[in-house]
């Protein structure tokens, strides 16, 4: 038992000195023994709520001495199917499972006692390949819902695969925020403009180089962002492309405001509002990179920062990298939150940890 507990701890001291931030940040293990923990939502008490995927499970971390790290972990409920996707508003915790929406009222007053979910919405489609689900509360009160295509690519009777949706949870009525989306799992709105950002993942086996994954701005309800027929800027899907034949040529779509290499697989996002980092930092984002997993020698696993003048990119920069080291992986990052303090939460679905990332020059 002792062998195996220093085994653990030095996988841990490792992971930790191996990541690289910027001057003047630090990073520490905020959690452990959160199971394939996915995206993260921070409730008014400060509790951490957390979805995760293939462990079926959700769960509440909570810091009970506000020393900054995490002292308990419960698991909320278990057995679900892929409920990755975890949102809070006004008390309640919302979890996203492959085809309906569960919500668990009084959260933080019931996290330690199984508590039981209502479901509130079970009009999703059911199909588990990209089904699992990143959700959040817009400016607006509605719940925001992407629903990946059940393919690595393809063209789906089902409208509702590819895009995302939006929610009204008191009238239960869906609206489509976006389309021609094959992947979504991270998205949010823009602190000065109010414009939803969304990373999306590109398609698989077209090699190691193209396409590129995808950082997409939304201006508008109902706007096709060129997925299946066109990925990236103006790479034509070999297949897709050909069915539409001369009516390719004026293909109406929104290319994406960022390219991100091919394969890193862009998955969870914020817009930093926060006091704690450098004012340079204001209404950037924060980007989860969780790393290839079909690339001929691996890319990603990092958290990088995007920056922005109003509606336009200007740069993608390294924030938090050092955990891919030659082809060993040191931790995927899923997810990233901000804590009430300003600082970082980033989970990793691979190793089942929470890091915070803090700045103290």
Not at 30 to 47: C, I, K, P, W
Not at 114 to 125: G, K, N, T
Not at 228 to 238: E, F, L, T
């Amino acid at each position: 038992m002792k062998k195996l507990f220093f085994v653990a701890f030095c996988m841990f001291f490792s992971i930790l000195q191996a990541a690289v931030v910027p001057k003047g940040f630090q990073i520490e293990l905020f959690a452990s023994d959160v199971e394939n923990v996915r995206q993260m939502a921070l409730s008014d008490t400060g509790v951490i709520y957390a979805g995760s995927r293939r462990a079926g499970k959700v769960y509440a971390i909570v810091d009970t001495d506000d020393d900054l790290k995490a002292d308990q972990v419960y698991v909320i409920a278990e057995d679900l199917f892929l409920p990755s996707g975890v949102a809070y508003k006004d008390g309640d915790l919302y979890v996203a499972e492959v085809d309906k929406i569960v919500r668990f009222e009084n959260i933080d007053a019931t996290y330690d006692k199984r508590p039981q979910a209502e479901v509130i919405f079970d009009d999703l489609p059911d199909k588990s390949h990209h089904g699992w689900k990143y959700i959040k509360f817009g400016p607006d009160g509605k719940l925001y819902i992407p629903v990946g295509v059940p393919c690595n690519v393809c063209l789906s009777e089902d409208q509702r695969f590819g895009t995302i949706l939006r929610l009204d949870i008191e009238t239960k009525q869906l609206e489509t925020v976006a389309t021609g989306v094959r992947n979504s799992v991270g998205f949010d709105w823009h602190p000065q403009t109010g414009e939803l950002w969304f990373t999306d993942n590109g398609r698989d086996m077209m090699g190691d180089d193209i396409p590129p994954c995808e950082l997409n701005r939304v201006s508008q309800d109902g706007e096709f962002f060129g997925f299946p027929y066109v990925h990236g800027k103006n790479i034509a899907d070999p297949k897709f492309s050909k069915k539409l034949g001369k009516k390719f040529q004026g293909l109406i779509f929104t290319p994406p405001s960022w390219e991100y290499q091919a394969h890193v697989a862009p998955l969870g996002m914020m817009f930093y509002d926060g006091d704690m980092f450098p004012e340079e930092y204001k209404n950037s984002a924060f980007v989860a990179l969780h790393g290839s997993w079909n690339r001929s020698s691996k890319v990603g696993y990092k958290v990088v920062n995007m920056r922005f003048d109003k509606n336009i990119v200007t740069a993608e920069n390294d924030f938090v990298t050092g955990w891919l080291k030659g082809e060993e992986v040191l931790a995927r990052p899923n997810d990233v939150i901000m804590l009430n303090d300003g600082s970082l939460l980033v989970s990793d679905d691979g190793f089942g940890k929470i890091y915070r990332v803090s700045y103290q020059p």
